[in-house]
């Protein structure tokens, strides 16, 4: 079990330009979700996916914010014409499909728009 | 909506010394609860959980109880250690929803010698 990974740990990217970030959940986790936590707050949720399936989406997922999880394993966040508050850490999670189940959190990736 | 309410930090202790982190919330229906854990430099990590009332989640020290009278799950430890800093965040999943987790902001422990 190699846990949760998400690439890139660090992005620095200019206002207006897209970034793409991915997520690798724990192999045999169905659910995975997409977090944001920005400086000071606990993570806020964004969306997450059943197997290949985006079943919810925040209101706070904008138009400029798309996820994908083409084969039901890692997942894409693509942020599009970023802005200076997209600024923040981005978190993936992943468990399986019970009930209550324990989420398990990658690294993060941390995006900053100059 | 789902809400999650913690105790302000920064928390300064002296080693040893007893910790209690607040926390309480409001949920529709009946949440499970939890308490994750950051590190400095590391991902969110699970501490401990309970997913009904009355349930005592407890895991290197910590202890929480599920009281749903009060709608709290606060964090206990009897003896800090310089090891415990860090970031705990307490958190709830509705039973629907796929259960997403609503944190709370955030309670910094720093533990001295």
């Known amino acids: 079990d190699t846990g949760v990974s998400q690439d890139p740990r660090h992005k620095i990217t200019k206002r207006g330009q897209n970034v793409t970030f991915r997520c690798d959940p724990i192999s045999e986790h169905n659910r995975l979700y997409w977090y944001r936590q920005t400086l000071g707050q606990g993570p806020e949720f964004l969306t997450y996916f059943q197997n290949e399936a985006q079943l919810e989406k925040s209101r706070l997922l904008s138009d400029r914010f798309s996820a994908e999880r083409p084969k039901g394993s890692f997942s894409t966040l693509e942020i599009q014409r970023t802005e200076q508050g997209d600024s923040a850490m981005y978190l993936c999670a992943s468990s399986g499909s019970g009930l209550v189940e324990t989420q398990y959190f990658g690294p993060g990736t941390r995006l900053l728009v100059l | 909506g789902d809400s999650v309410t913690q105790m302000e930090g920064p928390v300064t202790l002296s080693e040893e010394a007893f910790l209690t982190i607040n926390c309480t919330y409001t949920?529709?229906?009946?949440?499970?609860l939890f308490w994750y854990v950051q590190y400095p430099g590391e991902g969110l990590q699970l501490l401990l959980k309970a997913t009904k009332a009355d349930d005592k989640g407890s895991n290197k020290g910590f202890e929480a109880t599920y009281r749903k009278e009060t709608t709290s799950f606060h964090l206990e430890k009897g003896s800090v250690q310089v090891s415990d800093s860090a970031v705990y965040f307490c958190a709830l999943s509705s039973t629907g929803g796929g259960n997403k987790l609503t944190f709370g902001t955030g309670t910094q422990l720093k533990v001295e010698l």
């Open positions: 949920a529709t229906g009946y949440p499970s």
